[in-house]
């Protein structure tokens, strides 16, 4: 544990007095002050294994006396939320029991941190995936265009370690034409997203080697990154986006291996990074020589802003030879096809294929062409796609008003889902007790890297269709109708942690 939170960075105190404003105005004030500050931790705001500003630092940057300060610290201290150790200072912690509190006990504990969420039964509506049905009209138009494309390639010996070069071609295309001159050296066409992000934790990091990841993330991520033995090192992400200050805070004080972002748009957030901290980002990343791993597989995803330029543009020579971009067609068009790519040095692609092949020499040449084809419609196909899931998240907007109007949400700017807040940390448990109404939903716990982050949070994917969406809010409703503790008003997040 120590070596965990030697890792942690450093919050400022001016800092921190931002994120408690308008926190800590009741009294007393002490409890008030660490109540707001494991809020901050529960919700990612803040950090695990942060370290605290010291007490002579924080108490004139919340006009609060240091006796104040002592009190705030020793409270969280004494309910599992801070460790301390002589010398080195206050660092932010979970307790064992955060994942169910006995103090929020008046429900079944969920399934433990980071379960995956049971298979529905027969009839149950799937809502814990964030993926777009394909129209079967489309589907088979260009399947049967893709099987007479097959005499083709069929006079090769059907591998293509680096995918089909028609293929690395057009994914070479798209980055171009939205401001990232690539070149179809670059590319490497891989099994989808997840693979492509496993290839460069292989290649480039051993381990124990420290990755930077935001908090919270996408699960299957976090999942990889553990399996592979690396420490994550946590940076909040709220739905106001990435805190730059602390990004390059710990980017300089833990110096990572490698960083895995989702800047475009975030997931499970939607958040979407600002250019000029894009460029922050690659210029910060660059000089210790940390690599960084940009997925952008929802970044054709943007209903209220125009499709943002590819990260990497925004650094001098696209970005530096640090850089990895994947993407995939898994979310803008059909995640059945299981194709995806990085953009890299020609250099790193050739080691990155390399490797691939020790474990999947080819991907499908039928699966390939038929990516191929899909790309081929262009961009008015695709904002089609998107008109449709802009649909879908207002009738999903409405559900949730009309059903469940305590529920809290900001609108995100893009990508597939809401960040939702129950107000409550029963997130685990209701999910639990949805699957048997029939709603399979995953936690927000399954986003986050540590035991009790996120329980009052949900995310709640707009890809079904209308009527899917909207009975899927009508049952989640009817099961905290049946459910007394939730039924009723929710309390802020203030009083339940408290």
Request: proline share 9%; charged share 20%; glycine share 8%.
């Amino acid at each position: 544990m120590e070596q965990q939170r030697a890792r942690g960075a450093a919050i400022p105190a001016a800092r921190l007095a931002q994120l408690l404003a308008g926190m800590t105005t009741a009294r007393p004030a002490y409890r008030h002050l660490a109540a707001a500050v494991r809020t901050l931790i529960l919700d990612g705001g803040i950090a695990v294994d942060a370290r605290l500003p010291a007490e002579r630092e924080l108490a004139p940057a919340l006009a609060l006396s240091r006796t104040t300060i002592s009190a705030a610290y020793e409270q969280l201290r004494k309910n599992g939320y801070a460790r301390s150790r002589r010398g080195s200072g206050t660092w932010t912690a979970l307790p064992e029991s955060a994942h169910c509190p006995a103090q929020w006990d008046a429900m079944a504990p969920g399934p433990p941190h980071g379960a995956t969420p049971p298979m529905p039964p027969p009839g149950a509506i799937d809502i814990a995936t964030a993926a777009l049905p394909m129209p079967q009209d489309v589907l088979h138009q260009d399947l049967a265009e893709a099987v007479r494309h097959l005499p083709h390639p069929a006079h090769t010996s059907g591998y293509h370690s680096y995918g089909l070069p028609e293929l690395r071609t057009a994914v070479a295309a798209r980055y171009t034409a939205r401001g990232l001159p690539t070149h179809r050296e670059q590319i490497l066409v891989t099994a989808g997203a997840q693979q492509a992000l496993s290839l460069a934790l292989s290649l480039l990091c051993g381990p124990g080697d420290r990755v930077l990841v935001e908090s919270p993330s996408y699960p299957n991520a976090l999942d990889a990154i553990r399996r592979a033995r690396l420490h994550p090192v946590p940076v909040p992400v709220t739905e106001d986006g990435w805190d730059g200050d602390l990004l390059t805070c710990a980017l300089r004080q833990s110096v990572p291996r490698l960083a895995y972002l989702i800047p475009a748009f975030h997931n499970p957030t939607g958040a979407l990074m600002p250019p000029g901290q894009c460029a922050e980002v690659l210029g910060a990343t660059r000089r210790p020589g940390t690599w960084l791993v940009v997925d952008e597989t929802l970044a054709d995803m943007a209903l209220d802003t125009a499709t943002p330029t590819p990260f990497a543009a925004h650094g001098a020579g696209g970005g530096g030879e640090h850089v990895i971009s994947i993407g995939s067609l898994s979310k803008s068009y059909w995640s059945g096809l299981r194709v995806g790519w990085l953009r890299a040095s020609p250099r790193l692609v050739a080691e990155l294929a390399e490797l691939r092949a020790t474990v999947d020499v080819s991907g499908s040449v039928l699966d390939q062409l038929l990516a191929l084809l899909l790309l081929d419609r262009g961009d008015g196909w695709l904002a089609d796609r998107v008109d449709q899931v802009r649909h879908r998240r207002q009738t999903l907007l409405a559900a949730l008003e009309r059903y469940l109007p305590h529920w809290s949400w900001r609108l995100p700017p893009g990508g597939l889902s809401l960040w939702v807040d129950l107000g409550q940390p029963v997130a685990s448990a209701l999910a639990e007790r949805a699957l048997a109404h029939g709603v399979r939903i995953g936690s927000g716990a399954r986003f986050g890297g540590e035991p009790g982050l996120y329980e009052h949070r949900l995310r709640i994917p707009y890809t079904l269709p209308p009527a899917a969406l909207q009975e899927a809010v009508r049952r989640l409703a009817a099961v905290l109708a049946d459910w007394p503790p939730v039924a009723g008003a929710a309390r802020s997040r203030s009083d339940w942690v408290a």
